[in-house]
């Protein structure tokens, strides 16, 4: 899948494992997961195959966050984006990573 990000920290998190955002800087690890987690979309025909690695824990998300996807990244945060599939190559816009004990507020 072609990835896209819509915001420049989380393309520059991805491109070099950090990102310059004082406001959105991660842990070493972290970070290294979420380029792991993001090359894995990348890797994928399409969406379907995320539903086979387990550790993904992909989701559809509900409420006032319809039409989001999310995969983990660790069991402390998530990746989150949304689909779009023009019937040649499927492709994701990455929106978000968050924090899940931050997630509800």
């Known amino acids: 899948m072609v990835v896209y990000f819509e915001k420049e920290y989380l393309r520059e ?3 070099t494992g950090r990102t310059t955002d004082k406001k ?10 979420y380029r792991k987690r993001i090359k894995t979309l990348e890797d994928a025909a399409r ?4 539903f086979a690695i387990n550790s993904l824990s992909y ?6 966050k319809a039409g989001i996807s ?23 816009t990455v ?11």
């Open 70 to 92: 999310s995969i983990r990244v660790n069991k402390q945060y998530r990746i989150e984006f949304k689909v779009s599939d023009n019937d040649v190559e499927p492709w994701v």
């Open 24 to 33: 959105h800087r991660f842990q070493p690890d972290v970070a290294a997961k």
């Open 13 to 15: 998190l991805y491109e």
């Open 47 to 50: 969406i379907e195959d995320l």
């Open 95 to 105: 929106c978000n990573i968050l924090e899940l004990s931050n997630h509800y507020k």
């Open 59 to 64: 989701e559809v998300l509900k409420g006032d």
